[in-house]
Nanobody
Framework: QVQLVESGGGLVHSGGSLRLSCAAS????????MAWYRQAPGKQRELVAR???????NYADSVKGRFTISRDSAKNTVYLQINNLEPEDTGVYYC?????????????????WGQGTQVTVSS
């Protein structure tokens, strides 16, 4: 299996910035898609940013121009740079990675989620 560990959340004022990190570990063969989701209180989880391997990033309309997703393939880590934070950005942020791993015998697909990191924006 592939494990994800997130970090970087916190409490910030409106207009502030944060950088979230998500580090993957395990017998990873490939990471095909990296994505960040968020879940605001009382709302469903929503996709905010996604970047496929070798492709371009895409973003939810509400975060375009403020959020930037990036990856460090050598470290199996995905980042989410969040600028000009708004109170509406408050929520738990989850990373999600899809790809293949090996259990020493076979290649298998994985679809792994991080534990979530809380982002709170005060007005």
């Amino acid at each position: 299996q592939v494990q994800l560990v997130e970090s970087g959340g916190g409490l910030v004022h409106s207009g502030g910035s944060l950088r979230l990190s998500c580090a993957a570990s395990g017998r990873i063969i490939s990471i095909n898609v990296m994505a960040w989701y968020r879940q605001a209180p009382g709302k469903q989880r929503e996709l905010v940013a996604r970047i496929p391997s070798g492709g371009s990033a895409n973003y939810a309309d509400s975060v375009k121009g403020r959020f930037t997703i990036s990856r460090d393939s050598a470290k199996n880590t995905v980042y989410l740079q969040i600028n000009n934070l708004e109170p509406e950005d408050t929520g738990v942020y989850y990373c999600n990675l899809k790809g293949t791993y090996t259990d020493a015998l076979y290649r298998r697909p994985y679809d792994s989620w991080g534990q979530g990191t809380q982002v709170t924006v005060s007005s």
